[in-house]
């Protein structure tokens, strides 16, 4: 699947250009991003250009990338005084995956990702694989964040770099200045962690 989102918020509403199944759903300043199947798999390659003020993006449900994969996620979000608080990302094992996410920030805004290595649910883990995602965090059109999250096979699993946790990280932009904390937490409190910091509850 090769899909492409572009938003453009016009002040009244939003303009939608779209190729493939994604989409998205508005609902009071709610911005819900929409890919019918919630799964990534084989060679599927997304693309987002987003652009709102202000109002709240997310998704519809966790993403699950499947095993054998070799996926592509590109995103570039421009937000003035927005947030985006996508579900967490679930890697299947033996998934292969790209993220890049350039976000551009006027005023302010929260930013969180959440990264979980296996169907944990399942017993599975995270032990065959690739998994790169690169966010840069700019103030203007200024870089002030660049960040890189990497599982190369079972590497993470080392207590020094992450152990057998999920990875939640939150970037805030405020009125020119910033910050970001990360967060290795059991599977079993990951969504309601996430629920707690998004508000988002479903």
């Known amino acids: 699947m090769r899909g492409y989102l572009g938003i453009r918020d016009n002040g009244d509403g939003l303009i939608i250009e779209r190729e493939g199944a994604l989409n998205a759903i508005l609902t009071q300043n709610l911005l819900i991003l929409v890919n019918p199947s919630e799964v990534l798999a084989n060679d599927d390659e997304l693309e987002y250009n987003i652009e709102v003020s202000r109002r709240t993006i997310t998704d519809q449900a966790f993403t699950k990338v499947l095993s054998d994969s070799n996926v592509k996620i590109k995103s570039r979000v421009r937000l003035l005084n927005s947030n985006y ?9 033996r ?47 200024k870089l002030m964040i660049y960040d890189v999250f990497r599982m190369r096979n079972g590497d993470y699993l080392d207590p020094w770099v992450m152990g057998d946790g999920c990875l939640l990280t939150t970037y805030h932009v405020r009125e020119g200045d910033f910050s970001f904390s990360r967060e290795i937490l ?17």
């Open 95 to 141: 998934a292969n995956v790209l993220m890049e996410s350039d976000f551009y920030v006027e005023g302010s805004a929260t930013i969180v990702e959440t990264f979980i290595p296996g169907r944990r649910g399942k017993g599975e883990r995270f032990l065959e694989g690739n998994v790169k995602s690169v966010t840069k965090v700019y103030i203007g059109d």
């Open 85 to 93: 608080l996508i579900h967490p990302v679930v890697f299947y094992n």
């Open 186 to 202: 059991p599977f079993t409190k990951v969504h309601q962690r996430w629920s707690d910091l998004t508000n988002i509850w479903f």
